[in-house]
């Protein structure tokens, strides 16, 4: 890109990233919004303000055979954000790219593989994290930000705090869990993070100012579960999916799951199976039952 060209997209970038903040939009949308806009950028090494619709189509197709079509799909509404919110132009982005519409099923564990699975993982701290993602139906990124704060021992429930769509929810603490958490916590006593980042001494642990690091928990899920020798297509976010199903396998109502999920739209929570009648208050008893019989290993491996 010569000099001229960087300069204008230098502007164009800074205008781009004033815009997300402006428009509420959350950390993980304007790192996605901004790399779409710095990728096209190199692909043609120049300000991607003025590209033509061929030139448009020719950096899709290079995307297609390169990239998942999530990944591309936020690249897509990045550059629309770009040419609505910074060029001032409207993106007739269906006439260049569309995804597919696909409406696939996740493998679910059942609930002797989720304990088997957990079991099997070698570090205690991922076993006690593998446990709290999946009896209180967390994402990941929810599962490593939960603070000491959090967790209400008293009226036995969790904060969630910003969560997808930076909404708030209070999800019910079963009893094993809590138990486990506190024991954990007694391993590094770190005073705001239930999961910190592990490295180095007792005392850096305990200083930490991040959680533990995303990759390593999906591969020690990973490791886990081809020790198992589970077959099926499992990632962290399949104990999410393994609390909905279970808990509605226990006869809990599908408008109760979908608040403890925290999903904005019944239609995402339907996906599971079909309504039931049972009542939504039985849901903290549900979970319970749904935790009977687990036994954590608690050992290093």
């Known amino acids: 890109m010569n000099h001229d060209e960087q300069e204008r997209f230098d502007q164009l970038y800074a205008q781009h990233l004033q815009a997300l903040k402006l428009q509420g939009k959350r950390g993980k949308t304007i790192d996605g919004y901004a790399r779409a806009v710095r990728r096209i950028a ?71 593989e989720v304990q088997r699975l957990i079991n099997s993982v070698r570090r205690l701290r991922y076993r006690v994290f593998f446990l709290t993602v999946y009896s209180l139906g967390l994402r990941l990124g929810e599962g490593l930000d939960l603070e000491v704060g959090d967790m209400d021992g008293q009226l036995r429930r969790v904060h969630i705090r910003q969560a997808k769509g930076g909404k708030d929810r209070y999800v019910p603490l079963p009893e094993l869990t809590l138990q486990n958490l506190r024991r954990f916590w007694a391993t590094h006593r770190h005073r705001r993070l239930l999961f910190p980042n592990p490295s180095g001494s007792a005392a850096t642990v305990r200083a930490a100012s991040r959680p533990m690091d995303r990759s390593g928990v999906q591969a020690a899920l990973k490791a886990a579960r081809i020790e198992c020798g589970i077959h099926k297509r499992l990632t962290v976010h399949s104990l999410r999916h393994a609390y909905a199903t279970h808990l509605l396998e226990l006869g809990v109502d599908l408008r109760a799951i979908q608040v403890l999920l925290g999903h904005s739209r019944p239609e995402t929570t339907a996906r599971y199976a079909h309504l039931t009648e049972v009542n939504r208050d039985q849901a903290k008893e549900r979970i319970e039952e749904l935790l009977g019989g687990f036994q954590l290993r608690w050992e290093e491996s």
């Not at 303000?49 to 995307?63: F, G, I, P, Q, R």
């Not at 799909?73 to 597919?100: N, Q, T």
């Open 42 to 112: 190199g692909y043609f090494d120049r300000c991607p303000d003025n590209l033509s619709t061929e030139e448009l189509k020719s950096y899709y197709s290079a995307m297609v055979e390169s990239y998942s079509w999530s990944s591309i799909k936020v690249d897509l509404w990045g550059l629309v954000f770009f040419y609505r919110y910074v060029l001032g132009r409207s993106l007739e982005w269906i006439k260049i790219v569309k995804p597919p519409q696909v409406q696939s099923l996740p493998d679910i564990p059942t609930r002797q």
